[in-house]
């Protein structure tokens, strides 16, 4: 760790003006400013304030410098185009490390480093990264203000993309300042673009010492430190130590037309379907009888035991969505839509020739010609792809005009269910209910999924992702699992686990479910059982609806169509036990009793 003190870094940066603003009371967030600065020697330092006027500034000095491309304001009110080096377009896992003392303390799902060998790798990377570069200094709070889970981060960043991000993605500026006040306790985030090559790309966490070094990439999950790095793997790893759980999970609440209120939340691997759940525009119908969807997250949960009704709460961390782009459309999600109308930052979509922009799937019919995601020219017959498969807007949530009213509440929202879901082509059922908790941590610990363009590597390969959490734990997975099985006792009344497959396909390679918001008749379902009034049966996998519980009205599927995406074939089921076992190998003397229990009593049930 660095332990020089203002002075000395003030002194050898003498033409630097280092005095932070009266308004940054913590000694100890000045003091490591001054060392970073000292490390990076950037030319210029940025104070982000938060307010309306300095975004508009670094909107200008980004287009200025080529980062940004404004695109037309007639359409898109105050929105932008980022193209992102062609290297840099998805997280990269096998860059990612948790850097403690012992290995043992990361276990078997993660990349470890070794702590001094990390500080010392980076420290010879990030020396010097900055000199004739500015360095924005981004104050920020995850967690609805007021909130007893808020937590403040602040970021070094030489990435103008990144601070505007920031700026959507959380609650930056000078609120994070009054949040942290004379405290030492914020997140100690450095990130810098060094010259973007995979080669010298390092994205490590030291939970131990609540700080993230973030190295040569720009893009997402690995540069928007609050997210995933911040949100997910050491807020993993306080909730651990203090009780609490941070889940990638979506949370949504479901507005019945007798004014009953249902929150749920839900767990699918990257690009599987959060962000479209947690904006669903229900069925026609449904909407006429007064249903509503309201999204309270779509990507970051944190969720605790309330003490006075033993119940499960929730908040979103997050204050915007980084959302997929490729397959979002005026069907698909219209709400998605309205939000990235304005105030919107996109990333590696095409640009057409009016200064609109486009992706595979937001209209039927391509474009005659655009500039591709790469800045080349582009047309339908060219043979590669308008905009990148993990093209992304980020908008702030206040754009959402399906937001929860409670979006924003301190005190978070009950959640009555949580939904586990995979991107299965074959196998796996549409729904079916986790026979208790402990049942329900079995299933999600086992959670499969096939690979999409949101990390490096190949698409496509059905891999374990426990929870949905694989990439994000921010310690030992063995921990992690025994943590879920004891958040049980912690409660009085738990929510009911669900599984879902939005995805199962024909040989013909046609989804079997039409999905988007015809999956509000999955939800209705899992939101009656949690009331205790939908009908299941009990089967091997867990409670499953008869087809006729599911509502098909309005539908273009027969109750025989439901019951083939229902079947479960006890052949495959054993296939499905006999993969599982990687996963359990991986654990080997360290996997939970639990889970070896839940195991044998699903075989006892084939
Ligand atoms: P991350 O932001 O990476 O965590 O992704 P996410 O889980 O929020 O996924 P998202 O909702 O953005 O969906 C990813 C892709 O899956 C998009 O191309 C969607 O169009 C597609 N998708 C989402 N929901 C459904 C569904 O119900 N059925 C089908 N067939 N595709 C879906
Ligand atoms: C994911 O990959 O799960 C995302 C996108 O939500 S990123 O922020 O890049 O991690
Ligand atoms: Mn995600």
Same mark, same amino acid.
């Given at each position: 760790?660095?332990?020089?003190?203002?002075?000395?870094?003030?002194?050898?940066?003498?033409?630097?003006?280092?005095?932070?603003?009266?308004?940054?009371?913590?000694?100890?967030?000045? +003091?490591?400013?001054?060392?970073?600065?000292?490390?990076? =020697?950037?030319?210029?330092?940025?104070?982000?304030?938060?307010?309306?006027?300095?975004?508009?500034?670094?909107?200008?000095?980004? !287009?200025?410098?080529?980062?940004?491309?404004?695109?037309?304001?007639?359409?898109?009110?105050?929105?932008?185009?980022?193209?992102? #080096?062609? +290297?840099?377009?998805?997280?990269?896992?096998?860059?990612?490390?948790?850097?403690?003392?012992?290995?043992?303390?990361?276990?078997?799902?993660? #990349?470890?480093?070794?702590?001094?060998?990390?500080?010392?790798?980076?420290?010879?990377?990030?020396?010097?990264?900055?000199?004739?570069?500015?360095?924005?200094?981004?104050?920020?709070?995850?967690?609805?203000?007021?909130?007893?889970?808020?937590? !403040?981060?602040?970021?070094?960043?030489?990435?103008?993309?990144?601070?505007? @991000?920031?700026?959507?993605?959380?609650?930056?500026?000078?609120?994070?300042?009054?949040?942290?006040?004379?405290?030492?306790?914020?997140?100690?985030?450095?990130?810098?673009?060094?010259?973007?090559?995979?080669?010298?790309?390092?994205?490590?966490?030291?939970?131990?010492?609540?700080?993230?070094? @973030?190295?040569?990439?720009?893009?997402?999950? +690995?540069?928007?430190?609050?997210? =995933?790095?911040?949100?997910?793997? %050491?807020?993993?790893?306080?909730?651990?130590?203090?009780?609490?759980?941070?889940?990638?999970?979506?949370?949504?609440?479901?507005?019945?037309? +007798?004014?009953?209120?249902?929150?749920?939340?839900?767990?699918?691997?990257?690009?599987?379907?959060?962000?479209?759940?947690?904006?669903?525009?229900?069925?026609?119908?449904?909407?006429?009888?007064?249903?509503?969807?309201?999204? !309270?997250?779509?990507?970051?949960?944190?969720?605790? !035991?309330?003490?006075? @009704?033993?119940?499960?709460?929730?908040?979103?961390?997050?204050?915007?969505?980084?959302?997929?782009?490729?397959?979002?459309?005026?069907?698909?999600?219209?709400?998605?839509?309205?939000?990235?109308?304005?105030?919107?930052?996109?990333?590696?979509?095409?640009?057409?020739?009016?200064?609109?922009?486009?992706?595979?799937?937001?209209?039927?019919?391509?474009?005659?010609?655009?500039?591709?995601?790469?800045?080349?020219?582009?047309?339908?017959?060219?043979?590669?792809?308008?905009?990148?498969?993990?093209?992304?807007?980020?908008?702030?949530?206040?754009?959402?005009?399906?937001?929860?009213?409670?979006?924003?509440?301190?005190?978070?929202?009950?959640?009555?269910?949580?939904?586990?879901?995979?991107?299965?082509?074959? %196998?796996?059922?549409?729904?079916?209910?986790?026979?208790?908790? #402990?049942?329900?941590?079995?299933?999600?610990?086992?959670? @499969?999924?096939?690979?999409?363009?949101?990390?490096?590597?190949?698409?496509?390969?059905?891999?374990?992702?426990?929870?949905?959490?694989?990439?994000?734990?921010?310690?030992?997975?063995?921990?992690?699992?025994?943590?879920?099985?004891?958040?049980?006792?912690?409660? =009085?009344?738990?929510?009911?686990?669900?599984?879902?497959?939005?995805?199962?396909?024909?040989?013909?390679?046609?989804?079997?479910?039409?999905?988007?918001?015809?999956?509000?008749?999955?939800? =209705?379902?899992?939101?009656?059982?949690?009331?205790?009034?939908?009908?299941?049966?009990?089967?091997?996998?867990?409670?499953?609806?008869?087809?006729?519980? %599911?509502?098909?009205?309005?539908?273009?599927?027969?109750?025989?169509?439901?019951?083939?995406?229902?079947?479960?074939?006890?052949?495959?089921?054993?296939?499905?036990?006999?993969?599982?076992?990687?996963?359990?190998?991986?654990?080997?003397?360290?996997?939970?009793?639990?889970?070896?229990?839940?195991?044998?009593?699903?075989?006892?049930?084939?």
């Amino acid at each position: 760790m660095m332990q020089m003190d203002s002075s000395l870094a003030a002194s050898t940066q003498a033409s630097l003006d280092l005095s932070a603003p009266s308004k940054v009371q913590s000694i100890s967030v000045r +003091n490591w400013i001054a060392q970073c600065v000292e490390l990076c =020697k950037p030319d210029n330092l940025y104070w982000c304030d938060g307010s309306s006027q300095q975004r508009q500034e670094l909107y200008d000095r980004a !287009v200025n410098e080529g980062v940004l491309i404004r695109l037309n304001q007639q359409k898109l009110p105050n929105c932008y185009l980022h193209r992102s #080096n062609p +290297n840099d377009v998805a997280r990269t896992e096998q860059l990612t490390f948790i850097c403690t003392p012992s290995e043992d303390m990361v276990g078997p799902t993660n #990349n470890w480093m070794e702590t001094k060998a990390a500080y010392a790798r980076l420290r010879g990377l990030f020396d010097g990264c900055m000199s004739g570069r500015t360095m924005y200094v981004v104050p920020f709070v995850m967690g609805p203000i007021g909130c007893p889970l808020a937590k !403040v981060g602040v970021q070094l960043t030489d990435s103008i993309y990144v601070a505007l @991000s920031m700026n959507i993605m959380t609650r930056m500026g000078d609120v994070a300042w009054e949040a942290l006040g004379k405290s030492d306790e914020f997140t100690h985030c450095l990130h810098s673009l060094g010259d973007v090559n995979p080669e010298r790309r390092y994205i490590c966490h030291f939970p131990l010492d609540n700080t993230i070094w @973030s190295f040569g990439s720009g893009y997402g999950g +690995n540069a928007l430190l609050g997210k =995933k790095s911040m949100a997910l793997r %050491i807020a993993s790893f306080l909730g651990y130590q203090q009780g609490w759980m941070a889940e990638h999970m979506l949370l949504l609440g479901a507005l019945a037309p +007798n004014g009953e209120k249902t929150y749920v939340s839900a767990a699918f691997p990257s690009a599987s379907g959060k962000t479209n759940f947690a904006m669903m525009t229900p069925p026609e119908k449904y909407v006429r009888e007064g249903w509503k969807i309201t999204t !309270v997250g779509d990507d970051i949960v944190w969720m605790w !035991v309330d003490h006075e @009704s033993g119940r499960l709460r929730a908040v979103n961390p997050e204050a915007g969505y980084f959302g997929v782009l490729p397959g979002t459309n005026e069907q698909t999600n219209p709400t998605a839509m309205r939000i990235m109308a304005h105030d919107t930052i996109y990333t590696n979509v095409a640009l057409l020739p009016d200064g609109d922009v486009w992706w595979e799937g937001k209209t039927e019919a391509p474009p005659a010609n655009c500039i591709d995601w790469t800045g080349q020219p582009w047309t339908p017959d060219c043979g590669r792809k308008a905009a990148h498969p993990n093209s992304r807007f980020t908008a702030p949530t206040a754009n959402n005009p399906a937001l929860d009213p409670a979006a924003n509440d301190p005190a978070g929202v009950p959640v009555s269910a949580i939904v586990f879901g995979g991107r299965r082509t074959r %196998i796996i059922p549409l729904v079916y209910q986790a026979f208790n908790w #402990n049942h329900g941590v079995y299933v999600g610990a086992t959670l @499969s999924s096939e690979t999409t363009a949101a990390a490096t590597g190949q698409v496509g390969v059905v891999r374990r992702d426990p929870m949905a959490m694989l990439p994000f734990i921010g310690y030992n997975i063995r921990d992690y699992l025994v943590h879920w099985f004891r958040m049980r006792k912690r409660m =009085k009344d738990c929510p009911r686990i669900f599984h879902v497959n939005w995805f199962r396909r024909d040989d013909q390679g046609q989804f079997l479910w039409p999905g988007f918001g015809e999956n509000m008749r999955v939800l =209705k379902w899992i939101i009656d059982r949690c009331h205790g009034r939908a009908y299941a049966v009990e089967t091997t996998l867990g409670w499953m609806p008869r087809a006729r519980d %599911i509502d098909l009205e309005g539908l273009n599927i027969n109750v025989d169509q439901l019951e083939a995406i229902q079947t479960v074939e006890n052949n495959s089921v054993k296939l499905e036990l006999l993969s599982q076992e990687e996963l359990f190998l991986k654990l080997a003397g360290d996997l939970p009793k639990e889970m070896v229990f839940q195991r044998e009593l699903l075989i006892s049930r084939l």
